[in-house]
């Protein structure tokens, strides 16, 4: 019986992960449609952002059939609804102030569900505008760490040269921040100085001067968890907070 037991978890534990790991590819999926539209084409080496989609699905071990299927919908090819971007604002728990990436196919849904989810939580869904001030909109490339016989001072002198705004040394990894329209840019001279970049995306990141700090536990973990089951409702695509 005990046996049976386990494998009855298993198969759930499975069917979680599955499930997950299909809804990613699915968010993913939407990212690379959206970026045909939005970028100018379905060949990513004309369009930056479906390029960038690309790589982010790569790294996520999507199938590379899901991968065509989405840039085939993005040139009117596919099936489907029509898709939009849509961002929201609000608080959540704590008063941490949240900016939400969603592509969506019916704005008024997703607006729903983001405030039921807000409000369960104790946070509120606001308007546009209402914590957007807090945040920057930037480029961000992550470099790995392990950056072989380099200093982070000799990192940040690579990184200011090819025209990056600032640059965090993280845990095991740098943290490239350049202008929105400089992305591309400063992403192909760091390659050209022989860096490795890892990811390369669009960012808000929280000004440093009206950041949270939480020292309280407690407070930590409810956000935390905030934030995971937030990012698994199936249109949002990214989450920002000024923590």
Not at 14 to 25: H, I, Q, Y
Not at 136 to 141: A, E, I, M, N, T
């Amino acid at each position: 019986m005990s046996g049976h037991s386990k494998w009855s978890t298993i198969k759930r534990q499975k069917g979680v992960a599955d499930a997950k790991r299909g809804n990613l590819f699915t968010k993913l999926g939407n990212a690379i449609t959206i970026a045909v539209r939005e970028g100018g084409g379905g060949d990513p080496n004309f369009n930056f952002k479906l390029r960038l989609a690309v790589e982010k699905a790569r790294e996520a071990n999507m199938p590379k059939d899901n991968i065509q299927r989405a840039i085939d919908k993005g040139l009117g090819k596919g099936e489907g609804g029509a898709l939009e971007t849509a961002v929201f604002e609000g608080f959540g728990p704590a008063g941490v102030a949240v900016i939400v990436e969603t592509i969506t196919d019916n704005t008024n849904r997703t607006a729903g569900e983001l405030r039921n989810f807000f409000d369960k939580h104790g946070g509120s869904l606001g308007g546009p505008g209402s914590v957007a001030y807090l945040f920057k909109k930037v480029g961000c490339l992550r470099l790995l760490g392990n950056l072989g016989s380099l200093s982070p001072d000799e990192v940040l002198e690579k990184a200011a040269e090819a025209g990056a705004e600032d640059v965090e040394n993280g845990e095991g990894e740098f943290l490239v921040y350049t202008k929105v329209e400089d992305l591309h840019r400063v992403k192909e001279r760091l390659t050209e100085q022989g860096l490795t970049v890892a990811s390369a995306e669009v960012v808000y990141r929280p000004n440093r001067e009206t950041m949270v700090d939480l020292e309280d536990s407690g407070k930590r973990l409810e956000i935390s968890r905030f934030l995971e089951g937030l990012e698994e409702l199936d249109d949002v695509q990214n989450v920002f907070v000024n923590v």
